[in-house]
Each structure stands twice: as structure tokens, then as C-alpha cells.
């Protein structure tokens, strides 16, 4: 599996002849689209917010071939228009493409800070397996999710604790995403291989407000806890070697 960080909070995924997009908008101008060479492209959404589904860029990406899949409570909230859209319940599994099974994706439960529908996705492929939060908020779900789908080998996590003033959303007080010592706590319990913080670095003053400093302070506490993190930057990525199969 080859992971590629994209803008925001989003991912890209290939194996084999397949590429999956999860949470992918349009980045600004300093930053490069995607490069896709596959033949098959997927989408997974966790919600419908506008930083997280960009439906004119994913067309652009996966067209009238591609499948755009997301829970069945987040599709109401969208407009699809030509897009090819299936959806799933919670730890229901499915293959895509269902022609060479590349990957099998699972919704997981999250919990929305603005009270809306929201998943995260559990993805494997290759025998790899990796866990995208969304923009979830802190839940009680972290431990069930490590036991039935575990162990990660990577994890990507929201950690910037925005406070907002946006229409009727207005400053409560209470962060809507998960803050940095949340985000450690989340990643201790599902103990992976390795921490990608995604969702951060936005800063709109009186409208958008994120924890000061919220990058450092979550890789030293993360440190502190003994977990290894990569911050990628937009654009950065690796390769997860296929599991070897072991001999009986």
C-alpha cells in the first residue's frame, strides 16, 4: 500500500491497480494535486462538511467509474449529482473494486463535533491496515475499534482543537475536534506502528480558531508516550511493504 498525505486532513491510498482517496479537497495553489496512474479509483467520505467533501474535486479524480462511498446517514447531507455513490452501516465490510478486492474498507463510529453524521474508515489492504479520524471529537469507541480491527500500522488522527463562530455554531468554549493530549490518549489505545496528525494548520481569526501551537504540542506529548509519528507534509508519503506470507 502507498499512502500519499493530501491537503488538510486528506489521503490518498494505491495498491496494486486501485487508488483511494479518503477526505480529499482541493489544495491551494502552493500545494500539488494528486498524481494517479491506476485504473480503478475509489472515495471515502466521513462526513459531509465542506472540508472534508469536496465533490467536484473527487469527481475530477474517480469520474463516472469510481465509487464515492460513505455511511448511509452522511448521504442526505449531500449533493452527488453524477457520482456513482454506494453506501455502508457501521463495520459493515466492503470490497473495492469488487473485480480484483485491492482493498476492504469498514465505517467505524467517530463523533462529530457539530453534531452531524461522521465515521472514521478502517482500510486494509496487502495485509495492512490503517484507521482515518476524520475530524472526530474524543469517544469512548477507540478501544472497541483497537480490539475488533487492530493491530494498525498507521493511524491518522485530527489533533488541532478548533473553537468556532460560524452561523449558528458559535464559541461554546469547547473545542470541536479532538485536542493534541486527545489525540495521544486515542493513539495509545489503538497502539500502531505509527501516528500521521492530519487537520491543522488553519487559521481564520474571530471565525476559526484552532489551539495555539497544536502541532507541537501533540508530537511532544506523543513523544512523551512512546508513539512514533510521522508529520507528513502535503505531497509526502511512503510505501507499506505487503504483509510476507508466513510458511506452515
Same mark, same amino acid.
Given at each position: 500500500?502507498?499512502?500519499?498525505?493530501?491537503?488538510?486532513?486528506?489521503?490518498?491510498?494505491?495498491?496494486?491497480?486501485?487508488?483511494?482517496?479518503?477526505?480529499?479537497?482541493?489544495?491551494?495553489?502552493?500545494?500539488?494535486?494528486?498524481?494517479?496512474?491506476?485504473?480503478?479509483?475509489?472515495?471515502?467520505?466521513?462526513?459531509?462538511?465542506?472540508?472534508?467533501?469536496?465533490?467536484?474535486?473527487?469527481?475530477?479524480?474517480?469520474?463516472?467509474?469510481?465509487?464515492?462511498?460513505?455511511?448511509?446517514? !452522511?448521504? #442526505?447531507?449531500?449533493?452527488?449529482?453524477?457520482?456513482?455513490? /454506494?453506501? &455502508?452501516?457501521?463495520?459493515?465490510? *466492503?470490497?473495492?473494486?469488487?473485480?480484483?478486492?485491492?482493498?476492504?474498507?469498514?465505517?467505524?463510529?467517530?463523533?462529530?463535533?457539530?453534531?452531524?453524521?461522521?465515521?472514521?474508515?478502517?482500510?486494509?489492504?496487502?495485509?495492512?491496515?490503517?484507521?482515518?479520524?476524520?475530524?472526530?471529537?474524543?469517544?469512548?469507541?477507540?478501544?472497541?475499534?483497537?480490539?475488533?480491527?487492530?493491530?494498525?500500522?498507521?493511524?491518522?488522527?485530527?489533533?488541532?482543537?478548533?473553537?468556532?463562530?460560524?452561523?449558528?455554531?458559535?464559541?461554546?468554549?469547547?473545542?470541536?475536534?479532538?485536542?493534541?493530549?486527545?489525540?495521544?490518549?486515542?493513539?495509545?489505545?489503538?497502539?500502531?506502528?505509527? !501516528?500521521? #496528525?492530519?487537520?491543522?494548520?488553519?487559521?481564520?481569526?474571530? /471565525?476559526? &480558531?484552532?489551539?495555539?501551537?497544536? *502541532?507541537?504540542?501533540?508530537?511532544?506529548?506523543?513523544?512523551?508516550?512512546?508513539?512514533?509519528?510521522?508529520?507528513?507534509?502535503?505531497?509526502?508519503?511512503?510505501?507499506?511493504?505487503?504483509?510476507?506470507?508466513?510458511?506452515?
Amino acid at each position: 500500500m502507498q499512502i500519499q498525505r493530501l491537503h488538510w486532513a486528506g489521503v490518498q491510498l494505491t495498491a496494486r491497480d486501485t487508488t483511494l482517496f479518503i477526505d480529499t479537497i482541493t489544495p491551494p495553489e502552493a500545494e500539488l494535486d494528486p498524481e494517479v496512474t491506476t485504473t480503478h479509483r475509489h472515495a471515502l467520505l466521513t462526513h459531509h462538511h465542506a472540508d472534508h467533501a469536496d465533490l467536484g474535486y473527487i469527481h475530477k479524480w474517480i469520474g463516472g467509474t469510481g465509487t464515492l462511498v460513505t455511511h448511509h446517514d !452522511v448521504l #442526505p447531507f449531500l449533493n452527488v449529482g453524477s457520482l456513482k455513490v /454506494r453506501t &455502508v452501516g457501521l463495520h459493515q465490510p *466492503l470490497i473495492l473494486p469488487h473485480s480484483t478486492a485491492d482493498f476492504v474498507v469498514h465505517a467505524v463510529p467517530a463523533s462529530d463535533g457539530l453534531g452531524d453524521p461522521q465515521v472514521s474508515w478502517v482500510v486494509e489492504a496487502g495485509g495492512k491496515r490503517i484507521l482515518h479520524a476524520g475530524d472526530t471529537l474524543w469517544h469512548g469507541h477507540w478501544w472497541s475499534i483497537a480490539r475488533l480491527y487492530g493491530p494498525f500500522d498507521v493511524v491518522f488522527l485530527p489533533m488541532n482543537a478548533p473553537r468556532i463562530n460560524i452561523g449558528r455554531f458559535q464559541d461554546s468554549g469547547i473545542p470541536i475536534v479532538m485536542t493534541p493530549e486527545q489525540a495521544v490518549a486515542a493513539a495509545r489505545i489503538l497502539a500502531p506502528e505509527l !501516528v500521521v #496528525p492530519i487537520h491543522y494548520g488553519r487559521h481564520e481569526p474571530g /471565525r476559526y &480558531v484552532e489551539t495555539p501551537d497544536a *502541532l507541537n504540542t501533540f508530537l511532544k506529548l506523543a513523544q512523551e508516550a512512546g508513539l512514533k509519528v510521522n508529520a507528513m507534509q502535503p505531497g509526502e508519503g511512503f510505501d507499506l511493504k505487503p504483509q510476507a506470507a508466513v510458511p506452515i
